[in-house]
């Protein structure tokens, strides 16, 4: 399912660490990646110049067995990158993230997050982070909304690729005005959540269902933290009115605030349209 990643390059990822990134990627089974760098401009100068960078990147990055491939293009960058990622029928767009205040992309915009608010294709987003830069998967914490968004993530979490040894199954609720009607909440979503571990089960060692009250990106961020996980994987919904459209702005929201690599997969993935199924 993530056999070819499309990755962006600005040029100015530190080489260490996005070696670090193709390192994690093998954690996907990915076999083949695009490296694709984009500009609103490119002169023939820059263009020789641009060309001998990415020939280095590529040169390192087949030494983690990767099938590598370089392409340059013009035009406005995020919507150049998911074009040219579908172009090249990628499964995934890998981002190195750079770290950016919130306020500063709220003012000014920011490439990355236009390319995972606006892709129809999942995005990993790889995060050295201060405190957790291992290159192994070894737990992920899914934070599902126990409705809409499963249908979409779940054939990714369960591929057999996919080397994660335990998965947490988060669910991040907002508690019931009353007694009797909380009971009820929390029952379902017990019962969805249990569910959801049983579908897992056979893709991991140990699946551990977990259910929590409060806003769901902070929640999301200290279960991560307290756990210590490798990934974080979360669905991106624009369903109006439910709770998958507060996770698609979450997924937004996650990169700035988590400090550790995140897969967001959109809902364009869901049963049978995704083309990988």
């Known amino acids: 399912m993530l056999q070819r990643a499309a990755v962006k ?12 990134m193709f390192e994690f990627l093998g954690n996907f089974g990915t076999k083949d990646v695009h490296l694709i760098h984009a500009a609103p401009k490119i002169t023939s100068q820059q263009r020789s110049d641009i060309e001998e960078q990415l020939e280095k990147t590529a040169k390192d ?66 995060n050295h982070g201060l405190f957790k830069s291992s290159v192994n998967l070894e737990q992920v914490l899914y934070a599902t909304d126990c409705k809409h968004t499963d249908a979409a993530v779940l054939p990714y979490l369960v591929d057999r690729r996919f080397t994660a040894s335990r998965l947490f199954i988060l669910h991040v609720g907002e508690r019931a005005p009353d007694p009797v009607t909380e009971e009820k909440r929390r ?74 690599s995140i897969f967001i997969i959109p809902d364009a993935c869901r049963l049978p349209a995704c083309k990988n199924y």
């Open 61 to 126: 990055a087949t030494n983690f067995g990767f099938n590598v491939y370089t392409h340059i293009r013009r035009g406005h960058v995020p919507t150049t990158i998911i074009e040219t990622a579908q172009e090249k029928k990628a499964d995934f767009i890998a981002i190195y993230w750079t770290p950016k205040s919130l306020f500063r992309n709220a003012l000014l915009g920011n490439i990355d997050s236009d390319i995972l608010r606006l892709s129809n294709l999942p995005v990993f987003i790889y």
């Open 187 to 260: 029952k379902n979503v017990l019962d969805s959540l249990n569910a959801l571990a049983i579908e897992c089960s056979h893709a991991y060692n140990e699946v551990q269902p977990l259910e929590t009250l409060g806003q769901v990106s902070k929640q999301i961020v200290k279960q991560a933290a307290t756990l210590d996980v490798d990934l974080i994987v979360a669905g991106k919904s624009d369903k109006s009115g439910t709770v998958s459209q507060m996770l698609g702005s979450t997924a937004e929201i996650l990169p700035h605030k988590a400090g550790r």
């Open 9 to 20: 390059i600005s040029l100015k990822e530190p080489r260490k660490r996005l070696m670090h």
